[in-house]
């Protein structure tokens, strides 16, 4: 972009009542990577199967808990699309702000959420993140930059496009990372939000995690243009599909799309393809889809298997190593469940506590 366009987008960003029409063509959305040769270090490897296997074992007992009844309301579990939390967080930077749906304690532990307040405010409890009253899709965390959490399907986009407005106002350098389904793509909000994205040259990243069903409608039924990384493309916006149950290309093209929005390149669209072996909540028993195709995603497309895989055969680690690692994990989240079912409920004050009247 010419100088004399940098600076009248900066202005733009800053008074928010003027547009500016870019003549400079840019980067074309392009499909996955065709790239074999993605390489991570053994500590790297070590670190994003750590990271998705608590997030795995972390949902595995929020499944258990809510069955026994100590979890209410909705509750949607990550199970089977942690590399793509895990591989964005690798390259986000302090400062960097995520914002999410509410299929979303994946998104909180990857952030460096305690464990112990994610569960208990998933229990309603007074020691979880939002004094309990905020429960599995409203809970936040400004230390770690998480701002949610919405139960609102795509709700959370605009919002996410007002984080980075206020990082180009700033002029800080963060970048908004703003995670939404396929489901949400379809959402008026959303295309209004990546406009004006564009317009401002707003520092944001748009992450469509495309785990193939909007609730209980396939992508192919409900998407009359089902590569989603086209999304923005109307709009001048870049956009590039990605593996999303590969961690390293997740990170790898997480590392693209964030440069750009960092450099002033304006906003990038990802779109993950992953796949959730759960139903769209837990009382969703997913019969539009059958069992061979969930199995045929565990057994063979699974991120934890494939970085495991990775791991073993670099030399990094054997498996009794591993082994070893997933029952410190456990260890890790059974205190998070004693400490969730241990903690008081909040107490009848706190009804009017966090109100803005």
């Known amino acids: 972009?010419?100088?004399?366009?940098?600076?009248?987008?900066?202005?733009?960003g800053k008074t928010a009542g003027k547009s500016v029409r870019k003549t400079t063509s840019k980067a074309t959305s392009k499909p996955a990577s065709s790239k074999s040769n993605l390489q991570a270090t053994g500590e790297e490897l070590l670190k994003y199967y750590r990271d998705m296997l608590l997030i795995r074992r972390f949902e595995e007992r929020a499944g258990q808990l809510y069955g026994m009844g100590?979890?209410?309301?909705?509750c949607h579990l990550y199970i089977g699309q942690e590399a793509v939390v895990v591989g964005v967080e690798a390259v986000k930077k302090d400062g960097d702000q995520t914002i999410t749906g509410y299929r979303d304690h994946g998104h909180m532990l990857a952030c460096g959420m305690d464990p112990k307040g994610v569960m208990a405010e998933l229990t309603g409890r007074e020691g979880g993140y939002s004094k309990g009253k905020g429960g599995s899709m409203h809970m936040f965390s400004k230390?770690?930059?998480?701002?949610?959490g919405h139960g609102i399907v795509g709700a959370q986009v605009p919002l996410g496009a007002g984080l980075a407005f206020a990082n180009r106002y700033r002029e800080n350098g963060n970048v908004s990372l703003t995670y939404f389904g396929d489901g949400a793509s379809n959402q008026g909000q959303i295309f209004e939000a990546m406009n004006m994205a564009e317009l401002w040259s707003l520092p944001v990243v748009f992450i469509i995690e495309n785990n193939q069903y909007a609730m209980g409608t396939s992508v192919k039924r409900s998407h009359s243009e089902t590569h989603l990384y086209r999304r923005g493309a109307s709009f001048g916006i870049p956009g590039m599909?990605?593996?999303g149950m590969d961690v390293v290309a997740v990170r790898e093209a997480a590392r693209e799309a964030i440069d750009h929005a960092r450099t002033g390149g304006g906003p990038y669209v990802l779109e993950m393809k992953t796949y959730r072996y759960r139903g769209h909540s837990m009382s969703d028993p997913a019969k539009y889809r059958t069992r061979e195709e969930v199995e045929g995603f565990r057994e063979h497309n699974d991120p934890i298997k494939r970085c495991e895989a990775r791991i073993i055969e670099g030399g990094?680690?054997?498996?009794?190593?591993?082994?070893?690692?997933?029952?410190?994990i456990k260890d890790i989240v059974k205190g998070a469940a004693d400490f969730a079912l241990e903690s008081p409920e909040p107490s009848a004050e706190e009804l009017y506590t966090d109100v803005l009247a």
């Open 143 to 148: 230390e770690k930059e998480f701002y949610g």
């Open 1 to 12: 972009m010419a100088d004399a366009s940098k600076t009248a987008s900066r202005t733009a």
């Open 70 to 74: 100590h979890i209410g309301g909705f």
């Open 241 to 243: 599909e990605v593996d």
């Open 316 to 328: 990094h680690a054997d498996a009794a190593a591993l082994k070893e690692l997933d029952k410190d």
